[in-house]
């Protein structure tokens, strides 16, 4: 686990990244984060993410088109690698592997 | 609007073009855009400004950066952050050495905080007015003993005719105060009430907390402070109540409440407990006459549009000066009309007599002092941080022979050892501030009873402390590490070089903390000395078994009288217009060849029997009803000022009315001591015109029958407070204020004691533990304490002699100087108020060099050889 070290925020854009495919640029990624997590998030803890995880090798990133919206500047697309989606399934059934083993704990605490 | 045209504001783009790095720009900058736009559509523009700005803020993250990538490279970084271990633990290494160091300059430093606090506190007194430019209080000048002098009160006709006549002046507001007893049903007091022009609020500064302001324009209403509201109402708002004003006897007349203003700026000299419509004169005063050139109002203020505009009013003044020249007697001519503006007007306060923003005015003398002080206690600390330096660097020789060998220049060596003073001086500001906020103002205000309003977020303190820091290091760190930083490499290393045991300049620091610290506990013992000598200098009357009271009219006064004069315990009773202590007027006598100002008092002939005032010769006025009216008795400082040879018969005129001496008494103090005596006269009262009685009882019945006057009182007068009490209360603030003055004193004194004696321990430990090996040689070779005692003691004590010398002789010139500065009357400063700073000095050296030879004559001289 120690190697593929993933904070909860991070972990969250990596799925978001998974989930938007092709769509994933900054401004999308925000946005759809924003809208589940029903809260406010600036530019600037997306971006770390982003560039924190593109340096784990979690992310791989190129240059889209440029719009009008944008000013003529490109979006920069990102896509999960492999090893990505490896350590985000690792996440998931080790979290799974706990609450299953959680009722069973509760239980045995209540009897003692 | 269309979001085509929109377009981010530029300043947070360059900003972000400079912080980001490079192979990120295109992309984010894109996004920014992006949801530039989106908020631009979705709010206003503005917000969409707002938020980008914001949002490029928040982009400040270190992995987003680049400059952290520069820093990073750059090797000063790895350099600062090893000095700043060093000068770490090098403080760790010697704790007292450090302890020293840190608590002499925060001292310094906390009463640097105090000074500021101080400081801003005196410049922003009346400062909040909103037009302190434009309003201007009317003074005018006259010739008074010769001299001409500023005086702050006006012609009561002059407000309203500059308001009708001069197109400049855009309002008036004129100002007099009065007594009164203020009535809400169980709460009477006695307050003084502010009269004055419905401008007043416009011009002055005091936004209203309830009600408003407009409504002083009537002539029923009545504008309340905070205080005043919270003393009668609590916290309820009163406004819509009314208050009964008790103007005089019979005369009053019910108020409503129509505001109640927010509390005042700490720093003010003008502001009200109570304010009503100037047109209540008529009904409190009938015989108030507004346009009677020889009376005054206790204060007129203009407001102009144009600061240059004054020029053409003063010129147009000259035909008021006509006027009221033509009004008054010869004695009263003025020679011009003066404005001083509000801004400077408390500033100024002290030049202009019967101002009415008088207060505090020393206050700027008292900045004065606490510049010097502070100066003073700051070079202590810095001598000390200088003194222990050079001696510690004989320890750190090698460190800077390695740092220097491998290439580190002279000048890096200076940066490191200014960085370590930084460091110091830093932790010094921290428990500086800590102390002059938590300890000095607190006290401080505790003492005087007032509030400065010190707080931590104003901004000119966050300049001034990073100043008095630079200052400082520099100050302190400066010297040492040019000293150390001196020397050469191979002289270091091979071990030839040493030093820090007779550094001259160590020597002269030392000297001129020694010589501070007489001159700062010679103050101090002074100050003390004066109290208990002033608690027993003579008032030159008998205070002790004396009582006053204020009384209403003449008919009070009698039926008082009436009840007193049964009591057995009762020596005296005497009527007047004026009291010692309490009021004067002033009057101008005239001779042939010149005119005279002095103090007047009005007085029946009881007066001088009951104050127990010393007739020199002549006689006291004659009991009588009528009888002379035109004889005066006058004091000795008087007739010693015009040289009189016998003042018995003299003659001169007040207000073309004759009259003669027929007495004289000892010179007396009419009030504190802390202001010079005055040339006084005294005349006969009228017996309308009686405001006080003063009581002469039996020793040691004054507490009890000052209950039974306040118990008689009560059944007189039930609407009227009692005011009045035992002569000898009328000095207790003058007393508190001097043991304040003391306390004060001894503070500071023993900072500066304490700052230079921990220097003095820390430089003798430092020198013995330097010389342990010599010392341990003489042990072996059979010297015994005495010896070693004799050779520490005859360094130092010779530096002691020198310090004292100068010392001694510089704080009696200094205490000389302060006290006949501040004080009118105080004990006879003289060479020995210094002896006992002499006795205090010599016994902290003593016990300082005797801790470190009991040190050495316990330790095992073969210890001592061993090392290294």
Request: aromatic share 12%; proline share 3%; net charge neutral.
């Given at each position: 686990m120690k190697k593929t070290k993933l904070g909860e925020f991070e972990e969250l854009v990596l799925l978001t990244v998974a989930t938007l495919q092709g769509d994933a640029y900054g401004v999308e990624i925000k946005r759809e984060l924003e809208s589940r997590l029903k809260e406010r998030l600036s530019v600037g803890s997306i971006q770390s993410a982003l560039k924190r995880m593109e340096d784990k090798g979690f992310l791989t990133s190129q240059f889209g088109e440029p719009t009008q919206k944008r000013g003529g500047k490109r979006k920069r697309i990102y896509a999960t690698t492999s090893h990505g989606r490896r350590v985000l399934e690792e996440m998931r059934d080790i979290r799974a592997s706990l609450w299953k083993a959680m009722p069973n704990l509760a239980q045995s605490l209540n009897v003692v | 609007m269309e979001p085509r045209l929109l377009h981010p504001p530029k300043w947070p783009l360059k900003f972000l073009r400079f912080f980001l790095k490079t192979d990120y720009l295109e992309e984010i900058e894109g996004d920014m855009e992006e949801i530039f736009r989106e908020n631009a559509e979705r709010f206003s523009v503005r917000k969409a400004n707002r938020l980008?700005?914001?949002?490029?803020?928040?982009?400040?993250?270190?992995?987003?950066?680049?400059?952290?990538?520069?820093?990073?490279?750059?090797?000063?970084?790895?350099?600062?952050?090893?000095?700043?271990?060093?000068?770490?633990?090098?403080?760790?290494?010697?704790?007292?050495?450090?302890?020293?160091?840190?608590?002499?300059?925060?001292?310094?430093?906390?009463?640097?905080?105090?000074?500021?606090?101080?400081?801003?506190?005196?410049?922003?007194?009346?400062?909040?007015?909103?037009?302190?430019?434009?309003?201007?209080?009317?003074?005018?000048?006259?010739n008074r003993d010769g001299a001409a002098q500023q005086f702050g009160r006006t012609p009561r006709p002059l407000g309203e005719m500059l308001r009708n006549d001069l197109a400049h002046i855009k309002k008036v507001c004129r100002v007099e105060d009065r007594n009164v007893v203020m009535k809400y049903e169980d709460n009477v007091f006695h307050e003084r009430v502010r009269y004055t022009d419905p401008e007043f609020l416009e011009m002055f500064t005091?936004?209203?907390?309830?009600?408003?302001?407009?409504?002083?324009?009537?002539?029923?209403?009545?504008?309340?402070?905070?205080?005043?509201?919270?003393?009668?109402?609590?916290?309820?708002?009163?406004?819509?109540?009314?208050?009964?004003?008790?103007?005089?006897?019979?005369?009053?007349?019910?108020?409503?409440?129509?505001?109640?203003?927010?509390?005042?700026?700490?720093?003010?000299?003008?502001?009200?407990?109570?304010?009503?419509?100037?047109?209540?004169?008529?009904?409190?005063?009938?015989?108030?006459?507004?346009?009677?050139?020889?009376?005054?109002?206790?204060?007129?203020?203009?407001?102009?549009?144009?600061?240059?505009?004054?020029?053409?009013?003063?010129?147009?003044?000259?035909?008021?000066?006509?006027?009221?020249?033509?009004?008054?007697?010869?004695?009263?001519?003025?020679?011009?009309?003066?404005?001083?503006?509000?801004?400077?007007?408390?500033?100024?306060?002290?030049?202009?007599?019967?101002?009415?923003?008088?207060?505090?005015?020393?206050?700027?003398?008292?900045?004065?002092?606490?510049?010097?002080?502070?100066?003073?206690?700051?070079?202590?600390?810095?001598?000390?941080?200088?003194?222990?330096?050079?001696?510690?660097?004989?320890?750190?020789?090698?460190?800077?022979?390695?740092?220097?060998?491998?290439?580190?220049?002279?000048?890096?060596?200076?940066?490191?050892?200014?960085?370590?003073?930084?460091v110091v001086t830093c932790f010094a500001l921290i428990f500086g501030l800590f102390l002059g906020y938590a300890f000095f103002i607190p006290g401080f205000e505790g003492l005087w009873h007032f509030s400065m309003g010190f707080t931590l977020n104003d901004p000119a303190l966050w300049i001034y402390l990073p100043a008095v820091l630079l200052l400082t290091s520099l100050a302190s760190g400066i010297y040492p590490a040019f000293y150390i930083s001196r020397f050469q490499?191979?002289?270091?290393?091979?071990?030839?070089?040493?030093?820090?045991?007779?550094?001259?300049?160590?020597?002269?620091?030392?000297?001129?903390?020694?010589?501070?610290?007489?001159?700062?506990?010679?103050?101090?013992?002074?100050?003390?000395?004066?109290?208990?000598?002033?608690?027993?200098?003579?008032?030159?009357?008998?205070?002790?078994?004396?009582?006053?009271?204020?009384?209403?009219?003449?008919?009070?006064?009698?039926?008082?009288?009436?009840?007193?004069?049964?009591?057995?315990?009762?020596?005296?009773?005497?009527?007047?217009?004026?009291?010692?202590?309490?009021?004067?007027?002033?009057?101008?006598?005239?001779?042939?060849?010149?005119?005279?100002?002095?103090?007047?008092?009005s007085v029946d002939a009881n007066y001088f029997e009951t104050m127990g005032l010393h007739l020199t010769q002549g006689r006291v006025f004659n009991p009588h009803e009528g009888s002379d009216k035109q004889a005066v008795i006058v004091n000795e400082l008087l007739v010693k000022n015009l040289a009189w040879e016998s003042a018995i018969g003299q003659h001169f005129s007040i207000d073309s009315?004759?009259?003669?001496?027929?007495?004289?008494?000892?010179?007396?103090?009419?009030?504190?001591?802390?202001?010079?005596?005055?040339?006084?006269?005294?005349?006969?009262?009228?017996?309308?015109?009686?405001?006080?009685?003063?009581?002469?009882?039996?020793?040691g019945t004054e507490i009890k029958t000052l209950k039974e006057v306040q118990a008689k009182w009560i059944q007189l007068f039930p609407e009227i407070p009692f005011e009045g009490g035992l002569q000898e209360d009328t000095w207790t603030g003058y007393f508190e204020s001097m043991r304040i003055f003391d306390i004060v004193w001894l503070v500071f004194s023993f900072i500066a004691v304490s700052l230079a004696s921990l220097g003095l321990y820390g430089l003798i430990t430092l020198n013995v533990a330097g010389r342990v090996k010599e010392f341990s040689v003489r042990k072996v070779l059979g010297a015994g304490t005495r010896d070693i005692a004799l050779n520490i003691t005859r360094q130092y004590l010779v530096l002691l002699t020198v310090a004292l010398l100068i010392g001694a002789p510089a704080g009696y010139l200094i205490t000389k100087s302060l006290f006949d500065f501040a004080f009118p009357y105080h004990i006879p400063v003289n060479l020995f108020s210094a002896s006992g700073a002499v006795v205090i000095l010599v016994l902290i050296l003593l016990l300082t060099v005797y801790s470190q030879i009991r040190r050495i004559s316990k330790s095992n001289p073969v210890n001592g050889l061993k090392v290294e």
């Open positions: - | 980008y700005t914001w949002e490029m803020i928040k982009l400040l993250r270190p992995n987003l950066v680049r400059n952290l990538e520069l820093l990073q490279t750059m090797n000063e970084l790895p350099m600062f952050s090893n000095y700043f271990k060093v000068s770490i633990r090098g403080l760790m290494k010697n704790p007292l050495n450090s302890f020293i160091n840190i608590f002499g300059l925060s001292a310094a430093i906390g009463i640097c905080v105090f000074a500021y606090a101080f400081t801003r506190w005196t410049y922003s007194t009346d400062q909040f007015h909103e037009h302190k430019q434009e309003v201007y209080l009317v003074t005018f000048f006259a005091f936004p209203l907390k309830w009600g408003t302001s407009k409504s002083l324009a009537d002539v029923n209403s009545i504008i309340l402070s905070e205080d005043m509201s919270v003393k009668y109402f609590g916290e309820a708002n009163p406004v819509g109540l009314d208050i009964q004003v008790v103007f005089g006897k019979g005369r009053s007349k019910s108020f409503k409440i129509s505001g109640v203003a927010k509390e005042f700026p700490k720093a003010r000299t003008i502001s009200f407990d109570f304010l009503i419509n100037l047109e209540n004169l008529r009904t409190s005063e009938p015989g108030y006459d507004m346009h009677d050139w020889n009376a005054f109002v206790d204060a007129t203020f203009i407001e102009i549009d144009q600061p240059s505009d004054l020029k053409d009013i003063e010129q147009g003044m000259d035909k008021y000066k006509k006027l009221q020249n033509e009004a008054v007697q010869q004695d009263w001519a003025l020679s011009s009309f003066g404005f001083e503006p509000l801004a400077t007007l408390h500033e100024r306060s002290e030049y202009i007599r019967d101002d009415i923003s008088r207060s505090s005015s020393s206050n700027y003398k008292t900045i004065m002092f606490m510049v010097i002080i502070a100066i003073f206690i700051l070079a202590l600390a810095c001598f000390n941080y200088i003194n222990i330096a050079i001696a510690t660097a004989a320890k750190r020789l090698k460190e800077i022979g390695v740092r220097k060998s491998i290439g580190a220049t002279r000048r890096v060596v200076i940066v490191q050892f200014l960085t370590e003073n930084i490499v191979v002289g270091i290393l091979k071990g030839s070089v040493k030093f820090g045991q007779k550094n001259p300049l160590t020597r002269i620091f030392l000297g001129m903390q020694l010589a501070l610290g007489c001159i700062f506990i010679t103050i101090a013992t002074t100050f003390t000395q004066n109290n208990s000598y002033m608690a027993t200098r003579s008032w030159g009357y008998n205070q002790a078994e004396t009582l006053y009271a204020n009384v209403p009219d003449h008919d009070a006064y009698e039926e008082l009288n009436a009840l007193l004069s049964r009591d057995p315990d009762v020596i005296s009773v005497s009527g007047s217009t004026h009291h010692l202590g309490k009021s004067h007027t002033t009057a101008v006598l005239h001779f042939p060849e010149r005119e005279y100002e002095v103090d007047q008092l009315v004759q009259y003669e001496v027929v007495g004289v008494v000892k010179d007396f103090h009419s009030y504190s001591f802390a202001k010079p005596l005055r040339p006084t006269i005294f005349r006969v009262t009228d017996r309308n015109e009686y405001r006080y009685l003063s009581l002469r009882v039996r020793p």
